[in-house]
């Protein structure tokens, strides 16, 4: 069964500086990834996916996220923090090529101070 | 283009009522999906409809049901209400390529039951 661990609930860092935010899969098939936002009572806002093309996605919002699938991994990284990227942050897999459910992270809260 | 729009937006019920929960997908979108995020948690896929037909369900009890319409417009219904029903309902829609194009999520709508 495919599942997604989100290290850290909780990620605080300083405007401008690198956001890091973690995410690990586990998955018996290739997985499709997705990283998504969410504003205080909003819904989920696509950032990108990771649908298996180029390793390194560029998404919205000066975002990208990395496959690394000898780790495992799609970390999602910013270079430099604003305060508007203060959010509920989440990682999903994907269960199926065609469609299907994902399947969420916890999520991880960012939150950037002046 | 529209996107995803949920109504009511919140709504309280008391225990052992039942619901129903709206949701109009994007334009072009013939695939609908319901998730629950209950507080501090991350979005559970509940089940998704493809072409008016239940296409994958969750772990989630039979008093969980829906419908698809024509219009691919969608409906949550949930019966016998409990306490730990009371969440942020998202809808998500998809054209026929969805894991390709990602899932455009709704608001939501936030039940409290008491």
């Known amino acids: 069964a495919q599942s997604v661990t989100q290290l850290g609930s909780h990620v605080s860092v300083s405007e401008g500086a690198l956001v890091l935010l973690r995410c690990n899969y586990s998955s018996s098939v290739p997985p499709y990834l997705f990283w998504y936002v969410q504003y205080p009572n909003q819904g989920l806002q696509l950032l990108l996916k990771?649908?298996?093309?180029?390793?390194l996605v560029k998404g919205i919002n000066g975002f990208e996220a990395e496959f690394k699938k000898s780790e495992t991994s799609f970390h999602l990284t910013k270079p430099s923090a604003h305060m508007s990227d203060a959010a509920e942050y989440f990682c999903a897999v994907s269960e199926g090529r065609q469609g299907g459910k994902l399947i969420f992270g916890q999520g991880t809260e960012l939150s950037v101070k002046p | 283009e529209t996107g995803v729009t949920q109504s009511p937006t919140h709504l309280i019920k008391t225990r052992g009522q039942q619901v129903t929960l709206r949701c109009s997908s994007q334009s072009g979108h013939n695939t609908v999906s319901w998730y629950q995020q209950a507080l501090g948690q991350g979005p559970q896929f509940i089940f998704q409809y493809y072409r008016e037909e239940e296409n994958g369900r969750g772990n989630f009890p039979p008093r969980f049901s829906g419908l698809q319409f024509p219009n691919y417009s969608s409906e949550l219904n949930v019966n016998a209400l409990e306490l730990d029903d009371s969440a942020l309902y998202l809808c998500?829609?998809?054209?026929?390529?969805?894991?390709?194009?990602?899932?455009?999520f709704g608001s939501g709508t936030r039940l409290t039951v008491v």
């Open positions: 990771y649908t298996s093309a180029a390793t």
């Open positions: 998500a829609s998809s054209p026929p390529d969805g894991i390709n194009y990602g899932y455009t």
